[in-house]
Protein backbone atom coordinates (compact mmCIF):
# COMPACT_ATOMS: atom_id res chain seq x y z
CA UNK A 1 0.00 0.00 0.00
CA UNK A 2 3.01 2.81 1.01
CA UNK A 3 4.53 2.08 -2.47
CA UNK A 4 1.48 2.50 -4.15
CA UNK A 5 0.71 5.20 -2.80
CA UNK A 6 3.89 6.79 -3.38
CA UNK A 7 3.60 6.11 -7.05
CA UNK A 8 0.39 7.75 -7.27
CA UNK A 9 1.82 10.72 -5.84
CA UNK A 10 4.17 10.75 -8.81
CA UNK A 11 1.29 10.21 -10.90
CA UNK A 12 -0.35 13.30 -9.57
CA UNK A 13 2.69 15.43 -9.71
CA UNK A 14 3.24 14.65 -13.55
CA UNK A 15 1.33 17.35 -15.65
CA UNK A 16 2.33 19.73 -13.43
CA UNK A 17 6.39 19.27 -13.89
CA UNK A 18 6.05 21.88 -16.75
CA UNK A 19 9.01 25.20 -17.43
CA UNK A 20 8.04 27.73 -15.27
CA UNK A 21 7.39 25.94 -12.18
CA UNK A 22 9.49 26.18 -8.79
CA UNK A 23 10.48 23.12 -7.35
CA UNK A 24 8.94 24.75 -3.99
CA UNK A 25 5.40 24.86 -5.65
CA UNK A 26 5.98 21.36 -6.70
CA UNK A 27 6.65 20.87 -2.90
CA UNK A 28 3.94 22.57 -2.51
CA UNK A 29 1.15 20.37 -4.35
CA UNK A 30 2.81 17.31 -3.39
CA UNK A 31 2.05 18.17 0.79
CA UNK A 32 -1.14 19.04 0.12
CA UNK A 33 -1.92 15.60 -2.14
CA UNK A 34 -0.06 13.49 0.91
CA UNK A 35 -1.84 14.88 3.79
CA UNK A 36 -5.26 15.76 2.54
CA UNK A 37 -6.18 13.32 -0.55
CA UNK A 38 -3.99 10.73 0.46
CA UNK A 39 -3.79 10.90 4.35
CA UNK A 40 -0.27 10.01 4.29
CA UNK A 41 2.42 11.68 6.45
CA UNK A 42 5.29 12.76 4.43
CA UNK A 43 8.52 11.10 5.67
CA UNK A 44 10.75 13.89 4.39
CA UNK A 45 9.65 16.47 6.15
CA UNK A 46 11.71 16.94 9.43
CA UNK A 47 13.32 13.67 9.04
CA UNK A 48 16.59 14.30 11.11
CA UNK A 49 18.74 11.32 12.10
CA UNK A 50 21.05 11.86 15.40
CA UNK A 51 23.20 14.55 14.65
CA UNK A 52 21.75 16.65 11.35
CA UNK A 53 19.52 19.66 10.99
CA UNK A 54 15.42 18.36 10.13
CA UNK A 55 15.15 18.47 6.37
CA UNK A 56 12.64 21.19 5.63
CA UNK A 57 10.38 19.48 2.82
CA UNK A 58 7.87 17.21 2.03
CA UNK A 59 10.23 16.15 -1.38
CA UNK A 60 13.66 16.29 -2.45
CA UNK A 61 13.82 17.56 -6.18
CA UNK A 62 16.97 17.28 -7.84
CA UNK A 63 17.65 19.16 -10.57
CA UNK A 64 20.16 18.56 -13.80
CA UNK A 65 23.56 18.34 -12.17
CA UNK A 66 22.21 17.28 -8.73
CA UNK A 67 22.02 13.53 -8.42
CA UNK A 68 19.77 13.53 -5.83
CA UNK A 69 18.21 14.90 -1.92
CA UNK A 70 17.76 18.51 -3.84
CA UNK A 71 16.10 20.60 -1.75
CA UNK A 72 12.70 22.62 -2.88
CA UNK A 73 12.91 26.26 -3.00
CA UNK A 74 12.57 29.22 -5.59
CA UNK A 75 14.20 27.39 -8.51
CA UNK A 76 12.32 27.90 -11.53
CA UNK A 77 12.59 24.87 -14.00
CA UNK A 78 13.07 26.06 -17.47
CA UNK A 79 12.87 23.88 -20.86
CA UNK A 80 15.35 20.87 -21.46
CA UNK A 81 16.08 20.53 -17.49
CA UNK A 82 15.75 17.13 -16.21
CA UNK A 83 14.22 16.64 -12.23
CA UNK A 84 14.01 13.90 -10.40
CA UNK A 85 11.43 13.62 -7.88
CA UNK A 86 12.19 11.62 -4.58
CA UNK A 87 9.05 11.28 -2.24
CA UNK A 88 8.51 8.96 0.55
CA UNK A 89 4.82 8.42 2.65
CA UNK A 90 4.06 6.76 5.91
CA UNK A 91 0.95 4.97 5.53
CA UNK A 92 0.11 2.67 8.49
CA UNK A 93 3.57 2.74 10.03
CA UNK A 94 5.29 1.49 6.81
CA UNK A 95 7.35 3.76 4.51
CA UNK A 96 6.63 4.22 0.64
CA UNK A 97 9.65 5.50 -1.14
CA UNK A 98 10.39 5.74 -4.96
CA UNK A 99 11.22 8.70 -7.50
CA UNK A 100 10.93 9.59 -10.83
CA UNK A 101 13.29 11.40 -13.33
CA UNK A 102 10.84 13.84 -15.73
CA UNK A 103 11.84 15.90 -18.44
CA UNK A 104 10.97 19.40 -18.78
CA UNK A 105 10.43 20.36 -21.97
CA UNK A 106 12.08 18.71 -24.91
CA UNK A 107 15.06 17.03 -23.47
CA UNK A 108 18.73 16.86 -24.97
CA UNK A 109 20.38 13.55 -27.16
CA UNK A 110 22.58 12.98 -24.07
CA UNK A 111 19.65 12.87 -21.85
CA UNK A 112 17.64 10.17 -24.18
CA UNK A 113 20.51 7.86 -24.23
CA UNK A 114 21.17 8.07 -20.24
CA UNK A 115 17.14 7.40 -20.31
CA UNK A 116 17.86 4.01 -21.90
CA UNK A 117 20.59 2.98 -20.62
CA UNK A 118 19.89 3.47 -16.92
CA UNK A 119 16.62 2.12 -17.40
CA UNK A 120 18.14 -1.57 -18.56
CA UNK A 121 20.30 -1.50 -15.97
CA UNK A 122 17.84 -0.69 -13.72
CA UNK A 123 15.55 -3.31 -14.77
CA UNK A 124 18.73 -5.77 -15.62
CA UNK A 125 19.25 -5.73 -11.62
CA UNK A 126 15.91 -6.35 -10.66
CA UNK A 127 16.07 -9.36 -12.37
CA UNK A 128 18.72 -10.89 -10.82
CA UNK A 129 17.09 -10.68 -7.83
CA UNK A 130 15.68 -13.70 -6.53
CA UNK A 131 15.58 -15.27 -2.82
CA UNK A 132 18.56 -16.80 -1.86
CA UNK A 133 20.54 -15.07 -4.28
CA UNK A 134 23.37 -12.72 -3.77
CA UNK A 135 22.85 -8.92 -3.36
CA UNK A 136 26.63 -8.50 -5.15
CA UNK A 137 24.95 -10.45 -8.36
CA UNK A 138 22.34 -7.57 -8.57
CA UNK A 139 24.56 -5.10 -8.09
CA UNK A 140 27.71 -6.87 -10.31
CA UNK A 141 25.15 -6.73 -13.20
CA UNK A 142 24.52 -3.22 -12.97
CA UNK A 143 27.61 -1.86 -13.16
CA UNK A 144 28.69 -4.24 -15.98
CA UNK A 145 26.21 -3.12 -17.90
CA UNK A 146 26.65 0.30 -17.19
CA UNK A 147 30.58 0.25 -17.57
CA UNK A 148 30.47 -1.82 -20.87
CA UNK A 149 28.17 1.53 -22.68
CA UNK A 150 30.53 3.55 -21.07
CA UNK A 151 29.37 5.36 -18.22
CA UNK A 152 30.32 5.01 -13.95
CA UNK A 153 28.52 4.11 -10.82
CA UNK A 154 28.71 6.82 -8.26
CA UNK A 155 29.68 4.84 -5.33
CA UNK A 156 29.29 6.62 -2.55
CA UNK A 157 25.65 5.91 -1.53
CA UNK A 158 23.74 3.23 -1.99
CA UNK A 159 20.29 1.48 -2.02
CA UNK A 160 18.65 0.21 1.36
CA UNK A 161 15.93 -1.89 2.38
CA UNK A 162 12.56 0.16 3.84
CA UNK A 163 9.51 -0.97 5.79
CA UNK A 164 8.85 0.57 9.75
CA UNK A 165 11.80 2.70 9.21
CA UNK A 166 12.69 5.18 6.62
CA UNK A 167 15.90 3.23 5.91
CA UNK A 168 16.81 -0.39 6.86
CA UNK A 169 18.77 -3.04 6.10
CA UNK A 170 20.36 -4.77 4.10
CA UNK A 171 22.38 -2.20 2.17
CA UNK A 172 22.47 -2.60 -1.39
CA UNK A 173 25.11 -1.53 -3.75
CA UNK A 174 24.90 -0.90 -7.14
CA UNK A 175 28.57 -2.24 -8.29
CA UNK A 176 31.09 -5.33 -6.52
CA UNK A 177 31.50 -8.81 -7.56
CA UNK A 178 28.96 -11.78 -8.24
CA UNK A 179 28.43 -14.32 -5.65
CA UNK A 180 29.84 -12.15 -2.62
CA UNK A 181 27.77 -10.30 0.37
CA UNK A 182 24.79 -10.48 1.85
CA UNK A 183 21.61 -12.15 0.35
CA UNK A 184 18.55 -10.79 -0.82
CA UNK A 185 15.94 -12.60 1.60
CA UNK A 186 11.94 -12.84 0.34
CA UNK A 187 11.11 -10.68 3.49
CA UNK A 188 13.07 -7.50 2.50
CA UNK A 189 11.59 -4.74 0.52
CA UNK A 190 14.76 -3.28 -1.68
CA UNK A 191 14.17 0.13 -2.53
CA UNK A 192 16.50 0.64 -5.91
CA UNK A 193 16.30 4.74 -6.31
CA UNK A 194 15.84 3.94 -10.27
CA UNK A 195 12.97 2.45 -9.79
CA UNK A 196 10.13 3.80 -11.17
CA UNK A 197 11.63 6.61 -13.17
CA UNK A 198 9.59 7.38 -16.00
CA UNK A 199 9.33 11.25 -17.59
CA UNK A 200 6.19 12.38 -19.30
CA UNK A 201 7.04 10.49 -22.60
CA UNK A 202 7.21 7.06 -20.59
CA UNK A 203 10.87 7.34 -21.11
CA UNK A 204 12.84 7.08 -18.28
CA UNK A 205 15.93 9.95 -17.55
CA UNK A 206 18.45 9.31 -14.53
CA UNK A 207 19.67 11.38 -12.27
CA UNK A 208 23.70 12.32 -13.48
CA UNK A 209 26.12 14.52 -12.66
CA UNK A 210 29.49 15.90 -14.45
CA UNK A 211 32.66 14.90 -12.60
CA UNK A 212 36.39 16.28 -12.11
CA UNK A 213 37.18 14.74 -15.90
CA UNK A 214 33.63 15.60 -17.36
CA UNK A 215 33.02 11.80 -17.84
CA UNK A 216 29.21 10.73 -17.86
CA UNK A 217 28.38 8.92 -14.68
CA UNK A 218 25.24 6.81 -14.35
CA UNK A 219 24.15 7.04 -10.68
CA UNK A 220 22.12 3.85 -10.22
CA UNK A 221 21.66 4.22 -6.59
CA UNK A 222 21.11 6.54 -3.81
CA UNK A 223 23.50 8.63 -4.43
CA UNK A 224 24.72 12.23 -2.79
CA UNK A 225 23.38 15.91 -3.82
CA UNK A 226 25.91 17.21 -5.64
CA UNK A 227 25.96 20.77 -6.15
CA UNK A 228 22.71 21.34 -4.46
CA UNK A 229 23.60 22.50 -1.03
CA UNK A 230 23.81 20.67 2.27
CA UNK A 231 21.07 18.22 2.33
CA UNK A 232 21.42 17.58 5.41
CA UNK A 233 20.25 13.99 7.38
CA UNK A 234 18.74 12.77 4.31
CA UNK A 235 22.00 12.68 1.83
CA UNK A 236 24.02 11.26 5.02
CA UNK A 237 21.22 8.18 5.83
CA UNK A 238 21.80 6.91 2.44
CA UNK A 239 26.01 7.15 3.07
CA UNK A 240 27.15 3.44 2.21
CA UNK A 241 29.13 1.86 5.49
CA UNK A 242 31.42 0.41 3.75
CA UNK A 243 32.51 3.80 1.13
CA UNK A 244 32.97 5.75 4.55
CA UNK A 245 35.72 3.42 5.78
CA UNK A 246 36.94 3.62 2.03
CA UNK A 247 37.27 7.16 2.00
CA UNK A 248 39.07 6.79 5.58
CA UNK A 249 41.60 4.81 4.70
CA UNK A 250 42.45 6.88 1.83
CA UNK A 251 42.83 10.03 3.82
CA UNK A 252 44.60 8.24 6.39
CA UNK A 253 47.26 6.70 4.53
Known sequence: MPGRLASELLDYLTPHVQPGITTGEINDLAHDYMVNVQHTIPATLNYAPPGHSPYPASLCTSVNHVVCHGIPGDKKLKDGDIVNIDVTVIKDGYHGDTSRMFHVGKPSIQ????????????????????????????????????????????????????????????????????GHRSQAAARHDL???????????GHPVPRRRLDHRHRRSLAVGAVGAYGAGDAGGLRRADACPADRRRRHRRRSA
Open 191 to 201: HRRTDDQRGPS
Open 111 to 178: AKRLSEITYEAMWRGIRAIRPGAHLATSAATIQRFAEGHGFSIVREFCGHGIGRQFHEEPQVLHYGTS
